[in-house]
């Protein structure tokens, strides 16, 4: 059983013992039925968080100054209450930056707009990949294409908010739904976008959703979820009746740690539920979690250098007392090298070997080709290198062998997908 060598920086437990996120589910439903969103499984209730709830939440967390994001999971723009709720947030939150994700597909006034702005509103997200009317309805569900573009002409009057409006461009969102013409509808839509004084756009990508009644396990990396030792373990996921989530992929009730009506963030999270869920993770059992054996975000993100040395503590008492196969002896070597002393390296790949070295650091060198040997195919890999340099070693072991992701470890490893943010290593097998 691999152990797991340390906290998290943000999350609870951790150790700062405080979340640098809140997402606060206002309201569990949207105006759309986007193709690819995870709240296509959402619970079949419809919730709408109520202004006393709020009033707990903000009680619970005193003091939070950090990101606030509200309602991945629904569309906030359907709350006519929104700005008194945003009010009520900055009131006791004063710190904290309030960002909503919308598709802006809701109908709303220049007037309501200028109230969201001046109850405290500091960002919107806008959820929008399709570029007329007739892809929109096709891919996010909605025949209200025109409600965004007079909510943009509306936002555009209201002093300084086009700054604060950033447009999600998912930059891989047409290889996996494509529809015709797509960069030109695109490009006709950015000049549009930029008339009316608007120049943010945000990139990320997306990840098709794999249908709950699918079996197997989707999970592709070798290590677990930050979720549990990363960036993400410091976001905290509050649904609209005030249960804890493990993260925004669980919009409904399956997967809950406790209730902020009943109990505080610490009791939540160190009680049975959670340090269940962490546990099954680190001991990569997270098959067990329906979920987690359906994700694809392979998110390596952290929020310091000791997160990562501490997923690569993890990666090393793993491989504790195993045969292993390694690869690169620069700086990504000289720093991780130490943690695998209690491994069994039995050869040191060496593509580059001008000296024609026959070992390093007593370990016996062998050139790239040895991974086409059979004998080592589930022989775990661990590749020191950085940014570059593993994606040049990754590409070149997928173009030339037959081998298993989930028998490669990067160090540092949170260096494992394209700049980017296209192609995901670990989502290949």
């Not at 709830?53 to 100054?65: E, H, M, Q, S, T």
């Not at 993260?247 to 902020?260: A, S, Y």
């Not at 050139?367 to 022989?379: E, F, G, M, N, Q």
């Not at 700049?419 to 290593?425: A, L, Q």
């Given at each position: 059983?691999?152990?797991?060598?340390?906290?998290?920086?943000?999350?609870?437990?951790?150790?700062?013992?405080?979340?640098?996120?809140?997402?606060?589910?206002?309201?569990?439903?949207?105006?759309?039925?986007?193709?690819?969103?995870?709240?296509?499984?959402?619970?079949?209730?419809?919730?709408i968080m109520a202004v006393e709830d709020l009033k707990i939440l903000l009680d619970r967390v005193p003091g939070f100054k950090g990101n606030v994001t509200l309602s991945d999971t629904g569309d906030p723009l359907l709350?006519?209450?929104?700005?008194?709720?945003?009010?009520?947030?900055?009131?006791?939150?004063?710190?904290?930056?309030?960002?909503?994700?919308?598709?802006?597909?809701?109908?709303?006034?220049?007037?309501?707009?200028?109230?969201?702005?001046?109850s405290g509103l500091d960002q919107i997200l806008l959820s929008l990949y399709a570029f007329d009317k007739d892809d929109y309805a096709k891919l996010q569900g909605s025949r209200k294409y025109e409600n965004v573009l007079?909510?943009?002409?509306?936002?555009?009057?209201?002093?300084?908010?086009?700054?604060?409006l950033y447009l999600k461009d998912m930059t891989n969102f047409n290889e996996i739904y494509p529809v015709d013409d797509y960069e030109r509808k695109k490009r006709d839509f950015l000049e549009f976008y930029r008339g009316?004084?608007?120049?943010?756009?945000?990139?990320?990508?997306?990840?098709?959703?794999?249908?709950?009644?699918?079996?197997?396990?989707?999970?592709?990396?070798?290590?677990?979820?930050?979720?549990?030792?990363?960036?993400?373990?410091?976001?905290?996921?509050?649904?609209?009746?005030?249960?804890?989530?493990?993260?925004?992929?669980?919009?409904?009730?399956?997967?809950?740690?406790?209730?902020?009506?009943?109990?505080?963030?610490?009791?939540?999270?160190?009680?049975?539920?959670?340090?269940?869920?962490?546990?099954?993770?680190?001991?990569?059992?997270?098959?067990?979690?329906?979920?987690?054996?359906?994700?694809?975000?392979?998110?390596?993100?952290?929020?310091?250098?000791?997160?990562?040395?501490?997923?690569?503590?993890?990666?090393?008492?793993?491989?504790?007392?195993?045969?292993?196969?390694?690869?690169?002896?620069?700086?990504?070597?000289?720093?991780?090298?130490?943690?695998?002393?209690?491994?069994?390296?039995?050869?040191?790949?060496?593509?580059?070997?001008?000296?024609?070295?026959?070992?390093?650091?007593?370990?016996?060198?062998?050139?790239?080709?040895?991974?086409?040997?059979?004998?080592?195919?589930?022989?775990?890999?661990?590749?020191?290198?950085?940014?570059?340099?593993?994606?040049?070693?990754?590409?070149?072991?997928?173009?030339?062998?037959?081998?298993?992701?989930?028998?490669?470890?990067?160090?540092?490893?949170?260096?494992?997908?394209?700049?980017?943010?296209?192609?995901?290593?670990?989502?290949?097998?």
């Amino acid at each position: 059983m691999s152990r797991f060598p340390a906290l998290p920086t943000y999350g609870m437990p951790s150790v700062e013992n405080r979340f640098h996120s809140m997402d606060i589910e206002l309201i569990n439903y949207c105006a759309n039925n986007c193709v690819f969103c995870c709240a296509r499984d959402r619970s079949p209730r419809r919730k709408i968080m109520a202004v006393e709830d709020l009033k707990i939440l903000l009680d619970r967390v005193p003091g939070f100054k950090g990101n606030v994001t509200l309602s991945d999971t629904g569309d906030p723009l359907l709350l006519d209450d929104l700005p008194l709720k945003i009010r009520l947030i900055k009131e006791s939150w004063p710190e904290s930056v309030v960002n909503i994700t919308t598709t802006l597909s809701v109908a709303r006034s220049e007037a309501y707009f200028r109230e969201l702005f001046s109850s405290g509103l500091d960002q919107i997200l806008l959820s929008l990949y399709a570029f007329d009317k007739d892809d929109y309805a096709k891919l996010q569900g909605s025949r209200k294409y025109e409600n965004v573009l007079n909510n943009l002409r509306h936002i555009a009057k209201v002093p300084d908010a086009p700054r604060k409006l950033y447009l999600k461009d998912m930059t891989n969102f047409n290889e996996i739904y494509p529809v015709d013409d797509y960069e030109r509808k695109k490009r006709d839509f950015l000049e549009f976008y930029r008339g009316l004084g608007y120049d943010n756009i945000f990139p990320t990508i997306v990840l098709p959703v794999v249908p709950d009644e699918i079996e197997g396990d989707y999970w592709n990396a070798p290590v677990p979820c930050n979720v549990v030792w990363g960036e993400r373990a410091g976001m905290c996921e509050i649904h609209a009746d005030l249960d804890i989530a493990p993260c925004c992929l669980f919009p409904n009730d399956k997967v809950t740690f406790g209730n902020l009506r009943e109990q505080s963030l610490e009791e939540i999270f160190n009680g049975d539920k959670a340090k269940d869920f962490r546990r099954k993770w680190r001991e990569m059992r997270h098959k067990e979690i329906p979920v987690c054996r359906r994700c694809k975000c392979y998110d390596m993100s952290v929020n310091n250098w000791e997160e990562n040395d501490r997923i690569a503590l993890w990666i090393a008492d793993k491989l504790k007392g195993q045969d292993v196969l390694f690869m690169g002896n620069g700086s990504a070597w000289r720093r991780y090298a130490c943690f695998f002393n209690d491994s069994k390296p039995i050869a040191m790949i060496l593509e580059d070997n001008p000296g024609s070295l026959t070992e390093f650091e007593g370990i016996p060198v062998q050139d790239i080709s040895v991974l086409a040997d059979k004998s080592y195919a589930k022989t775990p890999l661990v590749i020191f290198a950085y940014r570059k340099e593993a994606r040049k070693i990754l590409t070149k072991i997928y173009d030339n062998f037959d081998r298993s992701i989930k028998t490669i470890f990067v160090c540092p490893p949170w260096y494992v997908r394209e700049e980017n943010g296209n192609i995901f290593y670990y989502d290949k097998i």
